[in-house]
Every structure is written in C-alpha cells, then in structure tokens.
C-alpha cells in the first residue's frame, strides 16, 4: 500500500499575474499526476490547494492554513518574490520548507526554501553579457516597484558601469500600473541601445504595447519572461528577448519554464520521500543531509544548476539564439568562477 504524502499549493488563479501563477501551477499538479500514476513510486501525491487571488496580503495566512489544517510540511508556491518575503516567516516558524520555483534576483538564504528556478548568475549576467558587446552600452532601466525590480536593476547598474557603460534612467512602477505613456517617451528622447525590462504583469503588457508603437525596433531584454504571457501581448511581443533555464522547443515536455520547474519541484520532492522514508515530515536540511548530494539540489545554498538560454520570440514563439551548459545557483555572486561547470542538473524535460 502506498504512503499517503499531503503537500501544499499556494498559487493564484486570478490577478495581476496570473497567467504566470496558472503556469507554475499546472506544473505541480502535473507532477502530483505524474507520481500518482508511476507504478514504481512508494507514495500518493495529496494536494492541498490555497488560492491567494493575487492579494499578497493573503498568502501568509494561507500558508498557516495549510501547515495547520493539514499533515503538509512541503508548500510549492508564491509567484513573486514579494509573497516569498511574506511567506517564509510562516513557513520557518511551523519548520516547512517552500520550494520556490520561479526565477528570482538571489541574495537570500533560508534553511526552509528550495529555489528550483534561476538566479542572477543563471539569467541576468549571461543575458548582459550577450547583450553589452551586441546592442552598446547606453541601457535604460524599467522595472515594478518590488524587490524583484529593485534587485535586477541594482545588479545591472553595476554589470554596465563595470563595462564601460552607462544607464540612460531608471525607473520603476506600480503593480498593476497600465499608465507607462511618460516612462516610454522618456525612452524615446534619450534613445538608449536596448531596454532591460522587470516589469510585471499588466504593466509590462501596456509598457511593450507602447513601447512598440514609437520604436519598434529598440531591442527589450527580459529574465522573467516565458511563454505563458506571450498570448496577453500579442503581436507586441515580437523581437522582446528573455533569459531563461528553458522554452518549450521541438521535443520538449512543458509549454514554459514556470511549469516544468514547478514539475521538477515535485519530482525532487517525491523522489526525497521515496528515498528516505518519513521524509516528509523532516526538516530540509536533515533531509537534503540523508540524501548526501543525491540530487539535484546543493546542500550548501539549496538551488539547483541550470542552463542559461537566450532567447528572442519570433512568430509567435521563443527561439532560442545562445545555448550555455548548466550553471550552478550562486545566489550571493560568491563563487570564483560563476560559470563553472554543474556537478549535478536539475532536469526540466521529462
């Protein structure tokens, strides 16, 4: 008889980036179908779903939710990193662990998260790399007024100044903020070689739209842009180019790196449990310790390594124009040589 495993899905199916949250959780529970249906697997997947609607005032109350109406001890969830600030003080207090599987701007260390998506050294440095030598030096900053905007764009401030270049301005917005006509004239009058773009959601889709009716052709450069949210900007999105561990190309398992990170999340988690039985209820750095390197995941930061893809949409669709092998996570930039080869990978297709 299998062992029943409840893990929790803390996800929004309603507002402002929901596209990017229905993504991530069709990843999970195709990953729950997927053990549940495996006849080698020693346990069955329970979800227990919470729905924030987008409010990031509610997913700390829901995560307590599940950790105290339920036998989970493993959350999969949060969209951005905002509500992944507001959750890991519930989830180190009730010793769970997240697993976050978005991509995120580093410098933060819990010994209760797992970060299954990429870090700066995964989308941001390799993506500037490409871009400094290819487009010029003069780079204009837009990003949503979180920490996520704060982050990349202090991160590319430095990256450009230490090339010799410079940053035309920064500016940042709103959630949910559709008024971009003043940020996109300023782009205009001062004409910078591309734009990097941390926008969110709504915002980026009304910044793109404009942004692309009076200078089509300036290059957009993005590290959180998949698949997922092409439809909701439509032919705008043509020529915007995004850093990223994966795009759904000829062959691959999932239509966007937010759902097959959020399935290799549950992968991990229930090949943990079927490893190490009661694995479940420990903590993570127990847990990962019994797995001695095991998997995917480094003991030392809990990130996973990943390769680095640059990619431009084109007809509608990603295709990719770099190709770097696996890079492991290092979310302080600390290690010597960022782009060491990975010793172990997380893998993304099936």
């Known amino acids: 008889m299998r062992r029943r495993v409840e893990i929790g899905i803390l996800h929004s199916s309603s507002g402002d980036y929901c596209a990017i949250a229905a993504a991530s959780r069709a990843g999970a529970l195709a990953g729950v179908s997927d053990v549940n249906a495996s006849a080698q697997s020693f346990i ?9 609607r987008g409010q990031v005032d ?3 109350p829901l995560c307590h939710d599940i950790l105290t109406t339920s036998r989970a001890r493993h ?5 951005t990193s905002s509500s992944r600030k507001e959750v890991l003080p519930v989830i ?3 010793g769970a662990t997240l697993w976050y599987a978005l991509p995120y701007e580093g410098f933060e260390a819990s010994d209760h998260a797992v970060y299954m998506h990429a870090c700066p050294n995964q989308h941001l440095l390799p993506l500037l790399d490409w871009a400094l030598p290819r487009f010029g030096t003069r780079v204009h900053l837009v990003g949503s007024n979180y920490i996520w905007g704060w ?7 430095e990256v450009v100044a230490n090339a010799g270049g410079s940053i035309t301005a920064e500016r940042h917005l709103p959630m949910g903020e559709i008024a ?13 070689d591309f734009v990097l773009n941390s926008l969110v959601g709504t915002t980026q889709y009304a910044f793109v739209a404009a ?3 009076v200078r089509p052709d300036l290059p957009v450069l993005s590290c959180n842009l998949t698949e997922c949210e092409l439809p909701r900007m439509g032919g705008a999105a043509e020529g915007l180019i995004a850093a990223g561990p994966y795009f759904a190309e000829t062959g691959t398992g999932f239509a966007n790196s937010h759902a097959a990170a959020a399935h290799a999340s549950v992968i991990e988690m229930a090949r943990l449990f079927e490893r190490h039985e009661g694995g479940e209820d420990m903590p993570l750095a127990e847990l990962l310790a019994l797995d001695q390197g095991a998997g995917p995941i480094d003991f030392e930061t809990h990130h996973t ?10 007809d509608g669709a990603f295709q990719v124009l770099r190709r770097l092998p696996p890079v492991p996570g290092d979310p302080y930039l600390a290690r010597h040589d960022r782009r060491a080869p990975a010793r172990a990978q997380l893998r993304l297709v099936p």
């Open 44 to 52: 069955e997947m329970m979800p227990v779903l919470r729905d924030p």
């Open 58 to 60: 509610l997913y700390a």
């Open 75 to 79: 959350v999969i969830g949060c969209a």
């Open 92 to 94: 180190e207090r009730h």
């Open 151 to 157: 982050e990349i764009n202090r991160l590319a401030r």
């Open 180 to 192: 971009v006509a003043s940020m996109v004239e300023e782009i205009a009058d001062l004409r910078p």
């Open 211 to 213: 942004l692309r009716a």
């Open 305 to 314: 390594a990943l390769p680095v893809l640059i990619a431009e949409v084109r």
